[in-house]
């Protein structure tokens, strides 16, 4: 489970994502931004990363 300042950390960055998303004009970034603040929020509830992120190689 993430501790307290981690949790807090999460939850900030998922209101700042989301703040991002509504700014966006293309809905491809705002819908990317929308998927970050979820993995933040999980995060946030002590639940495991389930965003996966390919690396280029």
């Known amino acids: 489970m993430a501790e307290p300042d981690d949790r807090n950390y999460f939850q900030r960055r998922a209101i700042r994502e989301r703040e ?4 966006c004009k293309d809905k491809s ?19 495991t990363a389930t965003l996966k992120v390919a690396r280029d190689s």
């Open 20 to 23: 991002i998303a509504g700014t």
């Open 29 to 47: 970034i705002a819908s990317v931004h929308k998927q970050l603040a979820d993995e933040y929020e999980k995060r946030a509830g002590g639940e």
